[in-house]
């Protein structure tokens, strides 16, 4: 209807225009009119050369006057009575002509004239209606065809989700090969939810299966079918299988499926969740409508399972749910590599560490984790890739930008070395830990400083040492501050933070209390992403024993790590010392400082001269790599 009334618009303008530019012409270009006394009096006195009739309408032309220069003249008048007016004017010498009156005639062609040209633009608009409707219809125009020009993936552009592959691979081989299973009366699944956090790779897992199978791709999203007027999604939903139904073999793909299949749950509605209500019916209904010789998949994903209406989850509709979870270490190296072919690599690049740096990232994250390491080297004017370039993308994307306009004040900074230092000599000190990675007190986003560790390998349990000792390393840091200032600082929020949950989770979600018994205190009321904990009604006795036991850990680690700290105060200094001047340091440094500190203890009675002139825990041992560092 948009584009007829555009046309008609259009038209009546141009008719408006025509018509104004006629009347402005025949305003310039009309002969001057006189009334019918004054023509009287010119026929009396004047010389008349010439009268045209036209009805009642007579054009009178004069003739010049002699010896004078002015021409003739010429003019309309209208006269009461033709024929007696020609009777009179036959002894005048006056020429007399005579034209047929057409104007009713013309007024007639142009009225049926307009019409018709009225009735071909409408005809014509609704015409080129049809034609775009059906150019544009929905689902046609989210029909990607494997032979169209858009770039096809495969199970090669995908990793780091073994089982996910494996379970798709039949819906390939149906799809490719659909006797096989036909023939021993065996019925493929007619939908499979991909169900994942954002960004595991579950649109690319969709299109990977298309281009594998070679069949056409139809590429949705819930919202596309939610619409303020009620009955369009329904519509859209109908004329989606109708399309399928045509190009069958296919894939139909609802990313988002969220948006349209929520639960159904609840009284009366809107006319918004009326309009999303009969979506999800009409979704319902169609895919029950087609039978499993159709050869038409439905997949969709979503990373709220938890909301989708139950009819939607049955079998026959979705029969395969299908979890996408972050990749493991080794999916992690291979989606890497895959990433990482598009990128000019240094030789010495190590994958395997790079793997390590990123634990819980998803595919989308480590996509994103290439492409800041290669911006990164590009801004440092860099040929290729290297090590550091992945370390300061990871931090970038981690903890933020570098915060090279903060200004601390030099008390500040020992506070922060100190805090650092005292985080890094625990996690050193106690066994069954993450290895240390980095030290910094570069402020990053929030963070301050941060004392990284990297797990060798995905924890997938975790034992009671592991956590207790954990915590030790959270404290570590503000034991630290206070030995070095017998102080505290609010640069412990986050650690205190971070290991009551960690004491919290012991006592109450994994039964780690000797004095409570393994028992549970705190359920997980969360949904498929979100993660919201909630303790369990209780007596105040049993309410104050587990705030008792949580506090005993903590204290207790606090105190371990004041003890540690305090027997190795000659590392917390020097450590401490560097880190300052340095700002950051690496595994490799660390242990060269630890290795010259011990060395400095063992010597620590001899009265041998020491030739170290940069740091007391660095005296008598070879140190290139710290001195390159300071320098």
Known sequence: MAILARNLFIFFLFTIFSGGCYILWTLEHRLPERNYSEFRYCLTHHDISEMTFTGNRVVVSHRAAENSSNPGFTYVTTVPNPEELITELKDKNIRIIFNQDRSAFILQSLTLLYGAILVLVIVLSLSKMRKDEEKSRFATDKLILPNDGHKIVTFKDVAGIPEAMEELREIVLFLVNPDQFNQVGATIPKGVLLQGPPGTGKTLLARAIAGEAGVPFYSFSGSDFVEMFVGVGASRVRDLFKEAKKNAPCIVFIDEIDAVGGSRSGGGSASGSDERSQTLNALLVEMDGFSSTDNIIVLAATNRPDILDPALRRPGRFDRQINILPPDMNGRKKILQIYTSKIELASELDMH?????????????????????????????????????????????????????????????????????????????????????????????????????????????????????????????????????????????????????IATNMICKWGMSEHLGPQAFMFDNSGFLDSASQRLSMADETAKAIDQEIKAILASSYEEAKTILNQKIDLLKNLTEILIQVETLDNEEFEIILNCSNKMKAEASSSEELDCDICPACQGCSNSKIRESIS
């Open 353 to 501: 560490e790079i793997a390590q740096m990123c634990p819980g990232f998803t595919g989308a994250d480590i996509a994103n984790l290439v492409n800041e390491a290669a911006l990164m080297a590009a801004r440092g004017g860099k040929k290729t890739v290297d090590q550091t370039d992945f370390e300061l993308a990871r931090d970038r994307i981690l903890m933020g930008v570098e915060r090279k306009g903060l200004v601390m004040t030099e008390k500040e900074r020992n506070i922060l070395a100190y805090h650092e230092a005292g985080h890094a000599i625990i996690a050193k000190s106690l066994p069954e830990t993450d290895p240390l990675h980095k030290i910094t007190i570069i402020p990053r986003g929030r963070a301050l400083g941060q004392t990284q560790q990297l797990a060798l390998f995905d924890r997938h349990a975790y034992s009671y040492t592991y956590l207790k000792n954990k915590i030790t390393i959270l404290m570590g840091g503000r034991a630290a501050e206070e030995i070095a200032f017998n102080q505290r600082s609010t640069g412990a929020q986050g650690d205190i933070l971070q290991a009551t949950e």
